[in-house]
């Protein structure tokens, strides 16, 4: 019976889709302007960021990893984000217990095109340079680091192609990975509310300040 009552609360929190309709993409005027991507897949969210475009400088973690395209950056909760699968009762200690949290980072190898066909929502968000620096300077701070300064790797998938770094900070409902995302572009100075919870909430509140380039 606990199931029946706190499976849909698991999964509206976990899996909440905005009701986006795709724009036409629209060119930037001014080319000192980055791009960079909120995607969803699943209950997986995310910022995709160019590899050209990072500084290892500030984000020393994409030296783990050989040559991609694009980098994946996703919080989630410890236990459940490196889970195969779905499991009910770590998706409930997720959202109503502060639990460990971890920084999931994949390498993409694929073109963007490619891996923008796999995810359901995508929203293109213009920044600068300093934006961007800022935004990875957040992604580098939540990163839990040891005595001697490395990342800790938690698991590994996908041949090392996906790695999970303790993160600092605990998961919980009112600290989802959307809060995360929604904290690192504000912080950078875009203009976006910092306390979402829900995925509608943050694709909505994108849609605002970026282009949708897919949403089904």
């Known amino acids: 019976m606990l199931n029946l009552v706190i499976f849909p609360v698991i999964f509206f929190f976990l899996h909440t889709s905005p009701p986006l309709i795709a724009e036409r993409d ?34 020393p973690e994409v030296t783990l990893f050989n040559k991609f395209n694009l980098f994946d950056f996703g919080w989630g909760d410890e236990e459940f984000y490196q889970y195969e699968g779905f499991d009910a009762g770590l998706a409930y200690k997720a959202l109503f217990y502060g639990t460990p949290s971890t920084l999931r980072v994949e390498g993409i190898g694929i073109s963007k095109e490619t891996y923008f066909d796999v995810s359901e929502i995508v929203i293109r968000i213009l920044v600068t340079r300093e934006q ?43 600290n989802t990975c959307n809060t995360w995302l929604a904290r690192g572009l504000k912080q950078a100075g875009v203009n976006i509310t910092d306390d979402i919870i829900l995925t509608e909430e943050l694709f909505n509140e994108a849609a605002k300040i970026g282009t949708v380039i897919k949403a089904e």
């Open 26 to 59: 629209i060119e930037a005027s001014n080319t000192s302007y980055i791009e960079i991507y909120l995607i969803k897949q699943y209950w997986h969210t995310a910022i995709v960021i160019s590899r050209e475009d990072i500084d290892s400088l500030i984000l």
């Open 132 to 174: 961007l620096n800022e935004i990875l300077k957040f992604i580098s701070d939540t990163v839990y680091r040891d005595s001697n300064g490395n990342p800790v790797i938690l698991s590994e998938r996908g041949l090392g192609r996906i790695k999970f770094l303790k993160a600092n900070g605990d998961y919980h409902l009112f």
